[in-house]
C-alpha cells in the first residue's frame, strides 16, 4: 500500500461514475414503488399495522445503509486504506459456501457410508450456507444468514472471530445444529443413538480486494 497507489483506479473512472450513479437511480425507482405501494384490500381494511407498512419502515433503513456507501465511497481518494475498509464494513453483506457432501470424510469407510446416508446423498449432493449479512468490529465477526442442509433451509446467527491477512479476510469459528431440525435421521449402532446436536467448525479466507 505505498502511497495508497492501489486505491487509485488507472482507468475506468467515468465508467465506475456512471454506473453509480445508474444503480442509485434504479434503486430510487424501486424504492418509490415500494414506499408508495398500497396495503393489500384484506389487511387494509382490518387496520393496524400491515405486511406493506412493516417493508416501507424497513425500506428506509436500508435507505440509510444505501445513502451512506457514496458517501464512504468519495472519501476513499483521501483517507486510503483507512476509508475503504470503512466502506467494506457497511457494503460487504456476504458470501456463500458450498460443500460437496461427497468430498467429507470421517476416514473411516463404515462411517462414511452412514454419513452418506444420513445426508441424503445422492439426491442431496451438497450442503450450502449463504451469508446475508456480516458485521466485523475488530477482530470479531457477527454472521447471518441461511443454511441449508437436506432440502431444509434454516436462518441461522453466530459469532466468529476476524483476522486481517494482507487484502484478505480470514474468517473462522464454530456453531451448533441439531440434525432433527433438517429432517435428518440420527444414526443408530446397537443400542447407541448419535447425539441430535452437531458442532460445525469453519475456517474461510474471503477475498475482499479492491476490483
Known amino acids: 500500500m505505498h502511497n495508497n497507489q492501489e486505491w487509485f483506479a488507472r482507468s475506468g473512472g467515468d465508467s465506475h461514475k456512471s454506473l453509480a450513479y445508474a444503480t442509485f437511480g434504479l434503486y430510487a425507482v424501486t424504492a418509490s414503488l415500494a414506499l408508495f405501494a398500497p396495503s393489500r384490500l384484506d389487511e387494509a381494511e382490518s387496520g393496524g399495522w400491515d405486511t406493506v407498512s412493516i417493508h416501507k419502515m424497513l425500506a428506509l433503513v436500508h435507505f440509510a445503509a444505501m445513502l451512506s456507501l457514496p458517501v464512504l465511497g468519495a472519501k476513499i481518494v483521501k483517507g486510503g486504506p483507512g476509508a475503504a475498509r470503512r466502506m467494506q464494513d457497511v457494503g460487504w453483506g456476504g458470501f456463500s459456501v458450498r460443500v460437496p457432501i461427497r468430498t467429507m470424510t470421517?476416514?473411516?469407510?463404515?462411517?462414511?457410508?452412514?454419513?452418506?446416508?444420513?445426508?441424503?446423498?445422492?439426491?442431496?449432493?451438497?450442503?450450502?450456507?449463504?451469508?446475508?449479512?456480516?458485521?466485523?468490529?475488530?477482530?470479531?465477526?457477527?454472521?447471518?444468514?441461511?443454511?441449508?442442509?437436506?432440502?431444509?433451509?434454516?436462518?441461522i446467527e453466530f459469532s466468529a472471530k476476524a483476522e486481517k491477512q494482507d487484502a484478505d479476510w480470514i474468517v473462522s469459528g464454530d456453531f451448533t445444529i441439531l440434525m432433527t431440525d433438517f429432517g435428518l435421521e440420527r444414526p443408530r449402532v446397537l443400542f447407541l443413538v448419535v447425539a441430535d446436536e452437531v458442532k460445525i467448525s469453519f475456517r474461510v479466507q474471503l477475498d475482499l480486494k479492491p476490483q
Do not use: C, H, W
Not at 445422492?122 to 444468514?145: H, L, W
Open 106 to 155: 470421517t476416514e473411516n469407510r463404515n462411517r462414511d457410508s452412514n454419513m452418506l446416508d444420513t445426508l441424503g446423498y445422492p439426491k442431496t449432493r451438497e450442503i450450502v450456507f449463504r451469508a446475508n449479512q456480516t458485521v466485523i468490529d475488530g477482530s470479531q465477526a457477527r454472521i447471518s444468514g441461511v443454511l441449508l442442509i437436506n432440502g431444509i433451509e434454516k436462518n
